[in-house]
């Protein structure tokens, strides 16, 4: 099934912060973050592992909450250029597919 | 080192017309997919490639798309015929392998537009 990410969309102004959340009814296994700038291919952002491992990239960071099903995105002090389309993908237990969900535009403005 | 390449970037045809669509993944990476995405939606798997092996194919409409991956390197999708439905963007990504520790990297995509 289809991860539900939340907002759907979300407009800030440049240094504000965002979270974007990322709900499964299944059991992950890892949940992987990319983000797609329009009529480009989606950028890998990070994977998260079973475990509620945390993970940090600069100025980007996300959680991983297996009991929930859940994972957060988290955009610090965010920057023009963070602006795109968001989605996480999911991957539940044995060899399966990676399942995206239907994403969150995030828009920076000056 | 370079990315995934994919061909053509556009593609407008008439529906009932064939259609194919090339990739090129990033070299060394043995595991291949093919995604469709429309419009303000996700990606959404249609081949896994395990080198030349088609290892997922479920979400593949056998009856007009068919795919192929010769020598384990380069990939083909087609579609015959297209239908209107058909219309989105095509994405080819690469990984090492198919564990979850390993990142897809995707191509920028073939836009088709069927009439």
């Known amino acids: 099934q289809q991860p539900v990410q939340s907002p759907q969309a979300v407009i800030l102004r440049e240094g504000e912060d965002a979270v974007i959340n990322c709900s499964s009814s299944?059991?992950?296994?890892?949940v992987h973050w990319y983000r797609q700038k329009h009529g480009e291919a989606p950028v890998f952002l990070m994977i998260l592992l079973k475990g509620g491992e945390q993970k940090g990239h600069e100025k980007i960071s996300a959680s991983f909450n297996e009991k929930k099903q859940q994972s957060s995105l988290y955009l610090t002090a965010s920057q023009l250029s963070y602006s795109g389309t968001y989605f996480c993908g999911t991957r539940g237990f044995g060899n399966e597919k990676l399942t995206f969900g239907t994403g969150t535009r995030l828009t920076i403005i000056p | 080192e370079a990315g995934v390449v994919q061909s053509p970037r556009y593609k407008i045809i008439e529906k009932k017309q064939p259609v194919a669509f090339w990739c090129n993944p990033i070299?060394?990476?043995?595991?291949l997919y093919w995604y469709l995405q429309n419009l303000g939606q996700g990606p959404e798997l249609l081949i896994r490639y395990e080198n030349e092996e088609a290892v997922d194919d479920s979400q593949l409409p056998k009856d007009r798309f068919s795919a192929e991956r010769l020598k384990g390197v380069d990939s083909t999708l087609k579609i015959q015929p297209a239908e209107l439905g058909d219309s989105a963007v095509y994405l080819c990504?690469?990984?090492?392998?198919?564990?979850?520790?390993?990142?897809?990297?995707f191509g920028p995509g073939t836009r088709l537009t069927v009439l």
């Open positions: 990504a690469s990984s090492l392998g198919v564990g979850s520790y390993n990142e897809q990297f």
């Open positions: 070299s060394g990476h043995n595991t």
């Open positions: 299944k059991a992950l296994y890892s």
